[in-house]
Structure formats: C-alpha cells, structure tokens
C-alpha cells in the first residue's frame, strides 16, 4: 500500500505567526507549504471588490474557470492561480478584507476546500489558514492552533508590510485585526476555532523559530516520516 501523504494543519487567527512557522516547519520537514490565505487573497484579487455580493450562477461561472497548483518542493512550493503566481499584491489589507467577505459564501467555501485537498491528496503538506484542521483536514494527524494577544498580532502585521515597502497604519491595523477575528470567530461557515485534537500554542513572547521548533518536535514524536 502506498504511503499516504502527510498533513500539519496551522490553524489560528491573523498574525498569529502561521505563515512564517508554517514555512519553516515545511523547510524542516521536507515536504510542501500551502497558504489556503493566500488562496482566498488569490480569490479576492481576481473578483474584486463586491464580488461578494454577485449572483450565485455568475460567482460559479467565474469560479469554474479558475484552478490552483503547487509547484516546486519543500517550503519553496509555489501557489499558481490558473498558471500564474500570486503575487505581493494579495497581501494589501483591502484585499484581506474582500478576503474575508468571501470567506463567509458557502460557494466559494466549498470551492477552495475541493481545491485543497486535492492538493493534499497529491502531496505531503503543511497546510496554514483558519479552517485546516476543523473542515479540510480533520483527518491530518497533526494539527495546531496558533494563538496570540491581539496587540501583538498587530504588530507582526505591521512589521511585515514594513519588510515588503507596503505603507500602513498601526492603529488601523489593529482595529482591522479586530474586524477580522470578529467576521472569523462569528461566521456561520467553518467558523475559526481549533479542532477538538489540535495542540494549541500561544506564540506571545516566542519567536517564529521557537514556536516551529514545539510543532517540529511534537511531529517528529511519533516518529512520523514526511514523504514529498
């Protein structure tokens, strides 16, 4: 029997640091990233504003015509949309926001998990977003759940936009931050909570590195062996 791929789903809120520990879990590993955030962005950009309030049969048309992909190995594993990388432009804040809206339509829900875990199917991942281990991979037999004090999440946030020269405001980053945990924790669809079996870390006063580290450690445990 063929070994079945293996999947660490990074569950947690905005700027509870998943996707930089979920990039140096999957570089230890040995085995692909997958940014299910980037995927709504990737979803939002291309939609755009609004697009939330489209008709069901013109959301799915549009929808229907687009796919997505992996390519590449270990944590340099590229997410493709219809061909092409997702570029920086996702990660502007009215984009996380379309984002969101988008989040909360069963359609677009339903699409993107058909979309992730076909990827999972293919490939040994480590799998960051909101709903991981609660609806996509509720099998995964690893699963955490990243936490954070809001305040410091902003902060992150902030840094990080910094690094990439994307202008912002710490204010209303935070009170952004708010929204989001507010539309994400109360949406009726897969709303954002850890699974039952999930380990939950509170990355407060810990570094990307350190809190890698704790998961790496605890996967590695049961002697599981990553197969890309």
Do not use: C
Not at 176 to 191: F, G, K, T, V
Request: proline share 4%; charged share 25%.
């Amino acid at each position: 029997m063929d070994e079945q791929p293996l999947v660490v789903t990074l569950d947690g809120p905005a700027g509870s640091g998943k996707t930089t520990v979920a990039k140096l879990v999957a570089a230890q590993l040995g085995i692909a990233y997958l940014d299910s955030g980037a995927m709504f962005r990737g979803l939002a950009y291309v939609l755009g504003e609004n697009s939330w309030d489209w008709p069901e049969k013109r959301l799915q048309s549009v929808l229907s015509e687009l796919s997505f992909e992996l390519v590449g190995r270990s944590a340099e594993a590229e997410l493709l949309l219809n061909g092409r990388p997702l570029g920086e432009d996702i990660r502007q804040e009215n984009v996380g926001m379309w984002a969101s809206h988008l989040a909360k339509i069963k359609l677009v829900r339903e699409h993107l998990k058909a979309a992730q875990q076909m990827l999972g199917a293919q490939r040994s991942l480590v799998a960051e977003g909101r709903d991981m281990g609660t609806v996509i991979f509720p099998r995964a037999k690893h699963k955490f759940f990243l936490e954070a004090r809001p305040e410091e999440r902003a902060k992150r946030r902030f840094r990080q936009l910094q690094e990439m020269g994307v202008a912002a405001d710490l204010l209303e980053l935070t009170e952004n931050l708010h929204l989001r945990d507010e539309q994400d924790r109360n949406r009726a669809l897969a709303p954002l909570k850890p699974a039952e079996d999930a380990v939950i870390v509170d990355t407060t006063g810990m570094n990307a590195n350190q809190v890698a580290e704790t998961i790496i450690a605890r996967v590695l445990a049961d002697g599981t062996v990553a197969h890309a």
